[in-house]
């Protein structure tokens, strides 16, 4: 035991003290914050987009002018959340948060679901003013004053040389140049470029659709176009699709004579939809958010497992393959047993993986605690949910038995390996059987109990990572019992086989052995 | 207390249809410098991985310090293996106290033990160097002393001196005697017969596999008959007569030796005074341009024992 401890210690402190080895564990952190930055730094430096409206029936200018105030709005609300989370007083902080939180929570949920209506009751509530009127004694002292974000969309000028009363062909064939960027506008004496043509034409009303109507074929210069070169933004164009269609059912409404306020209290009329989880104790069977990220959080761990694995056992590997290319393997076994150098390497490159995690895990905190915001608050909620969960002893449980029984394998391939090019080849087949369950990890969590997923559970390589991924959806019991049995079975029998290659194997020279003189090697007796 | 420390009972290794070892035995006493001589791929690592029990014989059996298996005592030898390798990252006084402390010692005493030999044996100023820093002599060197750092009582070089210069390979000589001092037993494999003449008590010749001599130096040398070389461009005829000549050869002679006359190697008894021959050479007007009466050294008893063989071996 004495010796199993000496060989995993140099192991490990071999892999930590290497440059490589800090380089792939702080990569992801690194590659996730600067991930992250870069998002929210990409959402602020979005320029501001000019449009032209030319509204030629005269009737939607307002519903196009409600749309991007919308927009505007809804991109201030997110804004005036991030700034409460960031500049609340730190005590009492769990009220202030919830309570501002859960207010603007609704009030964005309307603007999804009825946004003309939620608009109004936000401008008519008085609007940001308001807002931070009622925020003030939840914030520092020391807050600074909130900076609204620009506006994102601006109406541009129409230039000189266009006749508004033109047809829209010639609009068009006129405005082509500023579309596809090769002439600029003049806003404010300052050279822009033309985001985006709203053009209604006057007979605009005539190409209205209604139920009952025969179909008509799709007339492109019926209706409103929207001309723009980008095609990924969809914001403008369905803002404003809706605002229009909006103002048309309005109108819809008062030609039937309808009264527009009943129809939008008719609209506000909801029935109460709970969603509960009959497996939650009782009083708490309400699906919340929080279960619902406890389902998917295997995701999470299932794919932790397959990096962390796959970078232990290339140290395995590559440690094994050095050792006997240079022949050190020799003078090892004369001192130590093929049993306690094997044990000593799980040993050691299995704590330079739970080094990996750790320090993984450790950057998350740290950025998650350094940098609050809406999104980290959301990451510490899911962190909390998942650390309070029963998925972390399935992860322990399942990491140890998924390393081991992976990492024997590829033992028992740098066992018979004398160069790293010759196990990668042994290898390949061994990453693709991994690569399958990880594949099949997002189907896997919206369904964990379907026939073929249990099925497949049930083969012990993939045991780990399927158990895993099913863990938060309550396998069968006998999923459970007869898996784990199965896998250790397996490990038993994994690390026995490997170490019966690894003893022939160490001292072997020359080419990898054929699958046959494997198998002979593995029946004589050692 | 035994005085064997290490004994072969027929040990045969077979791969497949090649037999690597046929049928050796031996016994090493207590005390002595043993080598192992022969030929390239006279088996000689075989022989000395089965004594460590890191691959099984075929057949036959192996008692090492009373043990049947060198892994039941692997804490009291040392052993380098052929190919030479460390842990390039390491620094050379950590590896050697790896490798002690692998042998049973506790890092204090292992580190003391690492530091003591780099001191003595001149590579000090290497100690806090990582191995990948060394040269190749330096770097075996280093593995040389990281095999005796726990002063096993059994040490095992294979091919000690290889890639030594000749400095160091003096530096090797003197620990090998420093052990043997000490009262260690020292066996070591190798194919340069200076080495194992200057050092040896006791040798083994291997070729092919087999055992063709183990014994004393002395008694190596008296595997070869006492022999004369003269060179004369007269008759050698009246030289047969003499009692205790066994027989008279030509010699082809060898180029640039410098010598034109005619050679001669006369195979003499033991009894026989090589003095009579240059005597009865005067009396007979046998004009000498050399006579040449030497021990044969172990390179002779070597060509003569498994020369043939060793070409063959070559050429196979």
Not at chain 1, 36 to 61: C, K, M, N, V, W
Not at chain 1, 282 to 308: C, K, N
Not at chain 1, 413 to 428: D, V, W
Not at chain 2, 97 to 108: I, N, S
Request: aromatic content about 8%; some cysteine; hydrophobic content about 45%.
């Amino acid at each position: 035991m004495n010796m199993v401890r000496l060989i995993a210690l140099r192991e490990y402190l071999e892999n930590v003290r290497t440059k490589g080895f800090w380089i792939g564990i702080l990569i992801f952190p690194v590659i996730f914050t600067a991930m992250y930055f870069l998002q929210s730094a990409l959402a602020r430096s979005t320029p501001t987009r000019y449009y032209l409206l030319i509204d030629q029936s005269g009737q939607y200018e307002q519903a196009v002018a409600t749309a991007i105030e919308r927009e505007h709005q809804s991109r201030l609300l997110q804004e005036f959340v991030n700034y409460l989370l960031e500049n609340r007083k730190e005590q009492n902080l769990e009220l202030t948060a919830a309570n501002a939180s859960t207010q603007i929570d609704e009030l964005i949920d309307e603007v999804d679901a009825d946004a003309v209506a939620a608009l109004d009751e936000w401008l008519d509530a008085g609007g940001l003013d308001v807002a931070l009127t009622m925020a003030s004694p939840y914030l520092r002292e020391d807050a600074p004053a909130f900076e609204p974000p620009p506006s994102q969309f601006i109406a541009a000028p129409l230039p000189a040389d266009i006749d508004p009363a033109a047809s829209p062909e010639q609009i068009v064939q006129h405005l082509r140049p500023f579309l596809s960027g090769e002439r600029e506008l003049l806003v404010d004496n300052q050279r822009v470029s033309l985001f985006a043509l709203i053009l209604i034409p006057a007979d605009v009303d005539a190409a209205i659709a209604r139920p009952g109507m025969p179909p008509r074929l799709n007339d492109l210069s019926s209706g409103v176009q929207y001309w723009a070169r980008n095609l990924t933004d969809s914001r403008l164009p369905d803002a404003i699709a809706d605002s229009i269609n909006s103002t048309i059912r309005t109108r819809e409404y008062r030609n039937q004579g309808v009264d527009t306020r009943i129809v939008r209290n008719v609209q506000h009329t909801r029935i109460p939809f709970n969603r509960l989880d009959p497996t939650a104790a009782e009083g708490e069977e309400a699906v919340s958010m929080a279960d619902t990220f406890r389902q998917f959080a295997p995701i999470g761990f299932a794919y932790l497992m397959f990096l962390s694995l796959m970078q232990s056992v290339q140290y395995l590997l590559s440690n094994t393959v050095e050792e006997k290319s240079n022949r050190i393997i020799e003078v090892l076994l004369a001192s130590v047993t093929s049993g306690e150098l094997m044990m000593g390497k799980l040993v050691g490159i299995g704590l330079s993986g739970l080094t990996t995690i750790a320090v993984w895990l450790l950057s998350f905190f740290l950025f998650v605690s350094l940098y609050q915001s809406t999104q980290t608050e959301l990451i510490s909620e899911i962190i909390n949910i998942i650390l309070g969960s029963e998925l972390i002893p399935w992860f322990v449980f399942y990491y140890f038995a998924g390393y081991a029984l992976y990492s024997g394998m590829f033992l028992a391939i740098g066992s018979l390996c004398n160069t790293l090019k010759e196990a990668q080849s042994l290898m390949m087949p061994m990453i693709l059987i991994q690569v399958i369950p990880i594949a099949m990890m997002a189907f896997v969590v919206m369904d964990p109990n379907n026939t073929l997923v249990r099925a497949m559970s049930w083969f012990p390589l993939f045991t780990p990572y399927l158990m895993m991924n099913r863990a938060a959806a309550d396998p069968p019991l006998i999923d459970v019992v007869g898996t784990t049995i199965l896998l250790l079975l397996s490990i038993v029998l994994v690390l026995w086989l490997s170490g019966k290659i690894f003893r022939h194997g160490v001292l072997r020279t020359g080419q990898p052995p054929r699958f046959s003189e494997m198998l002979r090697l593995l029946r004589r007796d050692v | 207390m035994n005085q064997s420390v290490l004994s072969l009972d027929h040990v045969t290794k077979t791969y497949g249809d090649f037999t690597a070892v046929n049928d050796v035995s031996l016994v090493i006493p207590r005390g002595t410098i043993y080598g192992f001589l022969g030929p390239n791929g006279a088996g000689k690592t075989t022989t000395l991985r089965m004594i460590l029990d890191i691959v099984k014989p075929t057949r036959g059996s192996v008692s090492i310090l009373g043990c049947a298996s060198a892994l039941d005592v692997r804490h009291r030898i040392g052993y380098l293996p052929e190919e030479k390798g460390l842990y390039k990252k390491m620094k050379v006084w950590a590896i050697i106290q790896y490798f002690a402390m692998l042998k049973g010692l506790d890092r204090h005493t292992a580190k003391q033990r690492a530091w003591t030999l780099l001191e003595q044996y001149g590579l000090k100023d290497f100690a806090e160097a990582k191995v990948e820093s060394l040269s190749k002599g330096m770097g075996q060197k280093v593995q040389v002393l990281s095999a005796v750092a726990h002063q096993p009582e059994l040490v095992i070089l294979d091919e000690p001196f290889s890639g030594l210069d000749p400095v160091n390979q003096g530096v090797l000589e003197e620990l090998i005697r420093d052990m043997a001092a000490a009262g260690q037993t020292v066996i070591f494999s190798t194919h340069v017969m200076q080495h194992a003449e200057r050092l040896c008590d006791h040798i083994l010749l291997i070729a092919k596999g087999r055992k063709v001599f183990d014994g004393s130096i002395a008694a190596a040398k008296a595997t070869i008959p006492r022999r004369i070389f003269i060179a004369t461009d007269d008759e050698v005829a009246p030289l047969e007569q003499i009692a205790g000549i066994d027989q008279i050869l030509s010699v082809e002679p060898t180029a640039g030796d410098g010598e034109t006359s005619r050679q001669w190697q006369l195979l003499i008894n033991e009894q026989l005074n090589p003095q009579l021959v240059l005597k009865t050479c005067f009396e007979k007007g046998i004009a000498l341009s050399r006579f040449d009466f030497t021990e044969p050294s172990l390179h002779d008893v070597f060509m003569h024992l498994v020369g043939a063989e060793a070409k063959e071996q070559v050429f196979r």
